[in-house]
């Protein structure tokens, strides 16, 4: 597990703590956030590297056979939906060659 972990767009907190199996309470106070802090893209993350895990389970939606992307959607979005789906996991299922930033509109995913 990373000691750190850069926000991209349509990221937040509880998506990485779901993301690393760590519990967002200890995410949240290790880099000095609480509940209704402001969190932004590029915002440099400490992870937890001990302490209880994710409570009530990392999956957040079951992952459909495949996603169609929406608008405003980014590869990061569609991995924080489905709460333990890595980025690179995504682009890897769908022969991209890196993680673009942005989504693709109409594309279909599995």
Same mark, same amino acid.
């Given at each position: 597990?990373?000691?750190? &972990?850069? *926000?991209?767009?349509?990221? #937040?907190?509880?998506?990485? =703590? @779901? @993301? #690393?199996?760590?519990?967002?309470?200890?995410?949240? /106070?290790?880099?000095? *956030?609480?509940? /209704?802090? &402001?969190? &932004?893209?590029?915002?440099? *993350?400490?992870?937890?590297?001990?302490?209880?895990? #994710?409570?009530?389970? @990392? /999956?957040?939606?079951?992952?459909?056979?495949? &996603?169609?992307?929406?608008?405003?959607?980014?590869?990061? /979005?569609?991995?924080?939906? #489905?709460?333990?789906?890595?980025?690179? =996991?995504?682009?890897?299922?769908?022969?991209?060659?890196?993680?673009?930033?942005?989504?693709?509109?109409?594309?279909?995913?599995?």
């Amino acid at each position: 597990m990373p000691a750190t &972990y850069k *926000l991209q767009k349509g990221e #937040f907190v509880y998506c990485i =703590a @779901r @993301r #690393f199996n760590v519990d967002p309470a200890a995410m949240l /106070s290790l880099n000095g *956030l609480g509940q /209704s802090s &402001y969190v &932004y893209e590029g915002m440099t *993350l400490k992870i937890p590297q001990t302490g209880d895990d #994710f409570p009530d389970g @990392r /999956s957040f939606e079951k992952p459909p056979a495949t &996603y169609t992307v929406a608008s405003g959607d980014t590869i990061y /979005s569609v991995a924080c939906k #489905f709460g333990d789906v890595e980025p690179w =996991a995504i682009a890897m299922a769908n022969n991209l060659p890196h993680v673009h930033p942005h989504g693709w509109l109409g594309d279909q995913i599995p």
